[in-house]
């Protein structure tokens, strides 16, 4: 059981933490942030293993892990 | 439930001014998440450089100094000598280390100064609008070269292995930002980059293959792929020195 909370103010839409998610459980959302940007937002099924990889390559710090 | 990543103390909770999906995000969180856990904080200095990482102090949560264009490890230099209690690293991009501050990083490098440099190759100019470098790939299209570069206009630059012939060099890493696996290999390459100082070993130089999206021309994640399939093969990953 595991989960990640996204900063989407900070975010600014790569999109790399969507690519790297082995339970593709990152998807970008719908509609713009603060600054302008398609943000991504975290769907959480329970399925989340914690594994910190979206974590580790966001450029931006946007992502944190609990687990 | 616990947290198991989070926001560096040494990294200032704000918004970066990098565009989507830059490197340099990441190697700033490292070079952060390296100084909490060896817990030298109020020691360190950095020196940050001209290019896209010219604000970098603004980011960083300890203390740091400018310097001109390719002088960070000249600066480095005299506050190592001056301040021998301080952890005093340089964070320098291709065009600061290799272009306009060659002269300086090879100097700093023979004399084998006790500093940790953190160098960022992407192999363009970011900040004045993606121009050639001299680490640009043979090929890449660049603002200064539309049809790609050519041989008559240089090969890319290997500095890390021109610096490695230096007796004055102790040790040198080439890593990437292409995946968590390799943004994990870096952070273990920028560690040992900052014992070394800690423990008096000498000159520690870790290169660090980086993603400009914005002026190689890609998204994000098609950038780090064109890290590991085309740029890794002219700059080999791995421990140099």
């Not at chain 1, 990889?53 to 609990?66: G, M, Q, R």
């Not at chain 2, 280390?97 to 363009?124: C, D, Y």
């Not at chain 2, 980059?193 to 002026?215: K, M, R, W």
Request: aromatic letters at 6%; a positive charge; proline letters at 5%.
């Amino acid at each position: 059981m595991a989960k990640i909370t996204i900063d989407k103010d900070k975010c600014k839409g790569c999109l790399l933490c969507v690519s790297f998610c082995p339970k593709g459980l990152i998807k970008a959302a719908k509609g713009l942030n603060k600054r302008g940007v398609a943000a991504v937002e975290f769907k959480d099924t329970g399925e989340c293993l914690g594994c910190t990889l979206c974590a580790v390559i966001c450029p931006d710090c946007c992502v944190e892990v609990y687990k | 439930m616990g947290k198991v990543f989070s926001h560096s103390k040494s990294l200032r909770n704000i918004s970066t001014h990098y565009c989507a999906g830059c490197g340099h995000g990441i190697a700033h969180r490292l070079i952060a998440e390296v100084v909490d856990e060896l817990n030298i904080r109020e020691q360190v200095i950095a020196v940050a450089p001209v290019g896209c990482a010219v604000i970098a102090y603004d980011y960083w949560d300890f203390d740091c100094s400018e310097a001109a264009h390719g002088r960070a490890l000249a600066v480095a230099t005299a506050i190592k000598r001056v301040r021998p209690q301080n952890i005093v690293f340089t964070y320098q991009g291709d065009g600061d280390l290799a272009a306009i501050g060659t002269n300086e990083t090879i100097h700093a490098a023979n004399r084998g100064e006790n500093l940790t440099v953190i160098f960022i190759n992407n192999a363009v100019y970011g900040m004045t609008g993606g121009q050639m470098a001299p680490t640009t790939l043979l090929g890449q299209k660049t603002a200064t070269t539309p049809q790609g570069r050519k041989p008559e206009e240089g090969y890319p630059l290997k500095i890390s292995e021109m610096l490695a012939l230096l007796a004055g060099v102790k040790y040198i890493e080439r890593t990437a930002l292409s995946s968590p696996q390799e943004v994990m290999k870096t952070k273990k390459a920028i560690r040992q980059a900052f014992q070394n100082q800690i423990d008096h070993v000498g000159f520690s130089l870790v290169e660090i293959l980086s993603p400009c999206p914005t002026y190689w021309a890609m998204p994000p994640r098609q950038a780090l792929d064109w890290i590991n399939n085309v740029m890794a093969k002219e700059f080999p990953l791995g421990r140099i020195k």
